[in-house]
């Protein structure tokens, strides 16, 4: 044989030997990696050196985490993740701040938010001057004919004394005004208004509502729950770019909060029409999405009255639309609010005997819609402020499970404010979530106590501990616009329960600890929705969106009042300042 030939093909050998592995494509990545770490095999973002709160009982702190793609890659000590960090790694160091996780407002009604943002604003107004004085700045700005809208009024901020038409009729003489209280259950209308809507003092009141008289039998311009609609109906629908503004606003402001995720049970509200919900979720959210403007996760909740319209969207396009949209089920009302005496009790009201609240919707007809519902695979959602509305929806949800059958159905009751004894067992005992907001007790404590007497007031208002000592998933919310969106207030109120003008709490038993109100803004919020594996704790694979908070400590975030935002994350992405 040729020697040359022999060389050859033994060189050859030895060269397919030693370097076919290189020509493989996983030894050529890894080998690759090796020697130049990029973002593709190791974090884009490794934060550092602080006090990290996972919201995960199994491992509480951490004092790092590593961040590829939106989700957390690692989390624990700075030196677990060091090989992590590689080409493009950028690295955030803390300084010992606190972190947590994202905020989950568990109840706001979004768009309706950032509306009330550019209106008339009268939340806080505690002087009937100042009401007049807005309204009267609004109409020497708008176009004579025009609506004049706002919100937020709480006739309780000045000594109780419910608000009429005669009181703005002086400086709207040409334009109709509508101004909602700030629980969403009444409105008031001027004289223009009512008269445009046809309303007299022979219309009768619509079932699930009423029409507030004088006592000449004249209506005052109040208008209960279901009655609204006499004048919603008059409204001028509100365009596409404005309630595109108005979640865009809103959703900004929400970061400001360190809320990252909003559970929207959108603008629907008793007397309002279901298709607000859907024309938001097309105009708004999936415009939002596709166009990448979306700032904020939404948990989408659309009237019960709907629920085989969602069921098909579902079965099409399934719960998670995106990172950003997830449909969440259906929505319904039980009763009206305490602050319109609307809301459902087993007793009358003490400074209104012969009122018991309002029913808004027919039980059987709720019964057979939450039946449909959860038998499409649907989570229910119902509103129950009142504790006959509470007892009548916990025997309803029973009812639909034994008949259903077992599943893991997460009801919920949104509110859950005023129990009777025994009822906050039933939530643990039957699965129930229940969907607080804090923040309502710091109006309701003096309100409850004049509405329905001291004792009914101090057994069965705002139970966050007993409902969590029942085994009750607790999920913390603000219901945005009625209060505003504000989770480290939320949670100090829930810890404290304090109320303005008070030295001592209100029901001082019922108080969480700081751990507890913090989990339920955030992993028990999540679970409240069924989105636990995405979001609310700060464990690995979970989407990374967290808050960095000002306190240099935990005890100093534990003990202290004045702990503000200073930064918001959303999948990884600085999303404020």
């Given at each position: 044989?040729?020697?040359?030939?022999?060389?050859?093909?033994?060189?050859?050998?030895?060269?397919?030997?030693?370097?076919?592995?290189?020509?493989?494509?996983?030894?050529?990545?890894?080998?690759?990696?090796?020697?130049?770490?990029?973002?593709?095999?190791?974090?884009?973002?490794?934060?550092?050196?602080?006090?990290?709160?996972?919201?995960?009982?199994?491992?509480p702190f951490a004092n790092s985490m590593a961040i590829r793609d939106g989700r957390i890659l690692r989390i624990g000590n700075y030196s677990s993740l060091q090989d992590l960090s590689g080409?493009?790694?950028?690295?955030?160091?803390?300084?010992?701040?606190?972190?947590?996780?994202?905020?989950?407002?568990?109840?706001?009604?979004?768009?309706?938010?950032?509306?009330?943002?550019?209106?008339?604003?009268?939340?806080?107004?505690?002087?009937?001057?100042?009401?007049?004085?807005?309204?009267?700045?609004?109409?020497?700005?708008?176009?004579?004919?025009?609506?004049?809208?706002?919100?937020?009024?709480?006739?309780?901020?000045?000594?109780?004394?419910?608000?009429?038409?005669?009181?703005?009729?002086?400086?709207?003489?040409?334009?109709?005004?509508?101004?909602?209280?700030?629980?969403?259950?009444?409105?008031?209308?001027?004289?223009?208004?009512?008269?445009?809507?046809?309303?007299?003092?022979?219309?009768?009141?619509?079932?699930?509502?009423?029409?507030?008289?004088?006592?000449?039998?004249?209506?005052?311009?109040?208008?209960?729950?279901?009655?609204?609609?006499?004048?919603?109906?008059?409204?001028?629908?509100?365009?596409?770019?404005?309630?595109?503004?108005?979640?865009?606003?809103?959703?900004?402001?929400?970061?400001?909060?360190?809320?990252?995720?909003?559970?929207?049970?959108?603008?629907?509200?008793?007397?309002?029409?279901?298709?607000?919900?859907?024309?938001?979720?097309?105009?708004?959210?999936?415009?939002?999405?596709?166009?990448?403007?979306m700032k904020i996760r939404v948990c989408l909740f659309f009237p019960i009255e709907t629920w085989s319209r969602l069921y098909g969207v579902i079965h099409r396009a399934g719960r998670a639309?995106?990172?950003?949209?997830?449909?969440?089920?259906v929505k319904a009302f039980a009763d009206g609010s305490l602050g319109s005496n609307s809301a459902l009790f087993h007793e009358p009201y003490f400074d209104d005997p012969h009122n018991y609240?309002?029913?808004?919707?027919?039980?059987?007809?709720?019964?057979?819609?939450?039946?449909?519902?959860?038998?499409?695979?649907?989570?229910?959602?119902?509103?129950?402020?009142?504790?006959?509305?509470?007892?009548?929806?916990?025997?309803?949800?029973?009812?639909?499970?034994?008949?259903?059958?077992?599943?893991?159905?997460?009801?919920?009751?949104?509110?859950?404010?005023?129990?009777?004894?025994?009822?906050?067992?039933?939530?643990?005992?039957?699965?129930?979530?229940?969907?607080?907001?804090?923040?309502?007790?710091?109006?309701?404590?003096?309100?409850?106590?004049?509405?329905?007497?001291?004792?009914?007031?101090?057994?069965?208002?705002?139970?966050?501990?007993?409902?969590?000592?029942?085994?009750?998933?607790?999920?913390?919310?603000?219901?945005?616009?009625?209060?505003?969106?504000?989770?480290?207030?939320?949670?100090?109120?829930?810890?404290?329960?304090?109320?303005?003008?008070?030295?001592?709490?209100?029901?001082?038993?019922?108080?969480?600890?700081?751990?507890?109100?913090?989990?339920?803004?955030?992993?028990?919020?999540?679970?409240?929705?069924?989105?636990?594996?995405?979001?609310?704790?700060?464990?690995?694979?979970?989407?990374?969106?967290?808050?960095?908070?000002?306190?240099?400590?935990?005890?100093?975030?534990?003990?202290?009042?004045?702990?503000?935002?200073?930064?918001?994350?959303?999948?990884?992405?600085?999303?404020?300042?």
């Amino acid at each position: 044989m040729n020697l040359s030939i022999v060389i050859s093909a033994s060189i050859a050998i030895f060269l397919s030997v030693f370097f076919f592995p290189l020509f493989n494509s996983t030894y050529w990545l890894k080998w690759r990696a090796s020697l130049i770490p990029s973002t593709k095999f190791g974090a884009d973002l490794i934060v550092k050196n602080g006090v990290i709160f996972t919201s995960d009982p199994s491992f509480p702190f951490a004092n790092s985490m590593a961040i590829r793609d939106g989700r957390i890659l690692r989390i624990g000590n700075y030196s677990s993740l060091q090989d992590l960090s590689g080409y493009g790694t950028k690295e955030l160091n803390l300084e010992g701040k606190v972190v947590v996780p994202g905020f989950i407002d568990s109840h706001v009604h979004l768009i309706s938010a950032g509306l009330q943002m550019a209106r008339v604003q009268v939340e806080g107004v505690n002087r009937k001057d100042e009401i007049v004085r807005r309204v009267k700045e609004a109409v020497l700005n708008a176009k004579r004919g025009s609506w004049i809208l706002g919100g937020g009024w709480n006739n309780d901020l000045w000594g109780g004394e419910l608000p009429m038409a005669s009181w703005i009729d002086e400086v709207t003489p040409d334009n109709p005004v509508w101004l909602t209280r700030m629980d969403g259950h009444m409105g008031l209308a001027n004289s223009v208004a009512l008269k445009l809507a046809g309303v007299t003092n022979l219309t009768k009141d619509p079932n699930g509502g009423t029409i507030m008289q004088t006592a000449d039998g004249e209506p005052t311009g109040l208008l209960i729950d279901a009655a609204m609609e006499l004048i919603l109906s008059w409204i001028p629908e509100v365009s596409v770019d404005e309630r595109r503004e108005a979640m865009l606003r809103a959703s900004s402001f929400a970061l400001t909060r360190g809320v990252t995720t909003v559970v929207d049970v959108g603008r629907y509200f008793p007397g309002s029409s279901v298709e607000h919900s859907w024309q938001d979720f097309s105009d708004v959210y999936q415009w939002a999405d596709s166009s990448g403007k979306m700032k904020i996760r939404v948990c989408l909740f659309f009237p019960i009255e709907t629920w085989s319209r969602l069921y098909g969207v579902i079965h099409r396009a399934g719960r998670a639309l995106s990172n950003w949209i997830y449909l969440g089920g259906v929505k319904a009302f039980a009763d009206g609010s305490l602050g319109s005496n609307s809301a459902l009790f087993h007793e009358p009201y003490f400074d209104d005997p012969h009122n018991y609240g309002l029913q808004v919707v027919e039980f059987e007809s709720l019964f057979n819609m939450t039946i449909a519902s959860d038998l499409s695979g649907l989570q229910v959602a119902i509103h129950a402020i009142g504790d006959k509305a509470t007892d009548l929806i916990l025997d309803m949800y029973e009812s639909v499970a034994l008949k259903n059958g077992k599943r893991d159905r997460r009801f919920r009751i949104e509110h859950a404010q005023h129990l009777a004894p025994g009822t906050a067992d039933r939530f643990g005992q039957q699965g129930i979530v229940a969907s607080v907001q804090p923040d309502h007790l710091l109006d309701d404590a003096d309100v409850a106590i004049r509405k329905l007497g001291v004792d009914r007031a101090q057994k069965g208002s705002y139970l966050f501990r007993s409902l969590l000592s029942s085994n009750a998933l607790l999920a913390l919310g603000s219901d945005w616009p009625v209060t505003s969106t504000y989770p480290l207030r939320a949670i100090r109120t829930a810890m404290n329960r304090i109320p303005p003008g008070w030295d001592t709490a209100w029901i001082p038993s019922e108080r969480l600890s700081l751990n507890d109100a913090l989990i339920a803004h955030t992993i028990s919020a999540a679970r409240a929705c069924f989105r636990e594996n995405e979001i609310g704790s700060l464990l690995t694979r979970k989407l990374a969106d967290f808050v960095i908070l000002s306190s240099d400590s935990w005890d100093e975030f534990a003990t202290g009042g004045s702990t503000s935002v200073n930064a918001t994350y959303v999948g990884g992405i600085q999303a404020y300042p």
